[in-house]
């Protein structure tokens, strides 16, 4: 006859009981929610890291953008969906494809999410929760275009009033159509790309436009 040993035959110790699992389980599941806001912390980080990895390869582009077309900035619009120049100027995905080297992803924000006001047109063709990147073909957005718009670079409005104090280093040409980067109920940040063509965090609050649901 075969006989079949338990856990308790074999190291004379009681055998793993019932409550005990219970026990591992609730310990597991406290470990585990004492560590998920260090996981989220985490994975906030990291999405505002490659958020300004997307940036820095937008600033090349741009650079290259400008050494071919005269050290000029581009006509680009902001809100391609909203663009009513006569005729339309082409969206930042059109405008910087080219120098772009086929890394065009860079030009959605990890932490891209946008919600269509129940008026917007694009509700035709895209749900209420959608993103920038789907319906503009970017998640950022082409500052105060109106001042830059086909001025020479070092030469535009804003670089004659010495930006905003700094000089190009403070000039923001670049950003995130809204401050993505959010901490629960916080007010969310951006990153920026500056007229120095380097992108970094937002160093102060920036006042956030409306209507940005359309």
């Known amino acids: 006859m075969v006989r079949f040993y338990?856990?308790?035959d074999i190291t004379g110790q009681p055998a793993?009981?019932?409550r005990d699992l219970i026990v591992v389980v609730v310990l597991l599941l406290a470990?585990?929610?004492l560590g998920l806001?260090?996981?989220q912390r985490m994975s906030r980080e990291a999405r505002r890291t490659e958020c300004l990895e997307n940036l820095r390869t937008i600033g090349a582009a741009m650079s290259a953008y400008v050494e071919q077309n005269g050290r000029r900035w581009p006509h680009m619009a902001k809100l391609p969906s909203m663009e009513d120049h006569q005729p339309p100027w082409p969206g930042m995905a059109a405008v910087l494809k080219p120098f772009m080297g086929g890394q065009e992803g860079r030009l959605r924000c990890p932490s891209d999410v946008r919600v269509l006001g129940a008026e917007s047109?694009?509700?035709k063709r895209f749900p209420e929760k959608t993103t920038y990147f789907e319906t503009e073909g970017t998640s950022y957005e082409w500052v105060l275009q109106l001042l830059y718009a086909g001025q020479p670079v070092g030469r535009d409005p804003l670089a004659r009033a010495e930006g905003l104090g700094m000089g190009p280093a403070d000039q923001p040409i670049v950003w995130d159509f809204e401050p993505f980067h959010r901490h629960?109920?916080?007010p969310g940040s951006f990153n920026i790309l500056?007229?120095?063509f380097v992108a970094r965090p937002e160093r102060g609050q920036l006042a956030v436009p409306a209507g940005r649901g359309n």
């Open 121 to 123: 047109p694009l509700r």
């Open 16 to 18: 793993f009981s019932r």
């Open 6 to 8: 338990s856990a308790s």
């Open 37 to 39: 806001p260090a996981l």
């Open 184 to 186: 629960g109920s916080e």
């Open 31 to 33: 470990g585990g929610a």
């Open 194 to 196: 500056y007229a120095d």
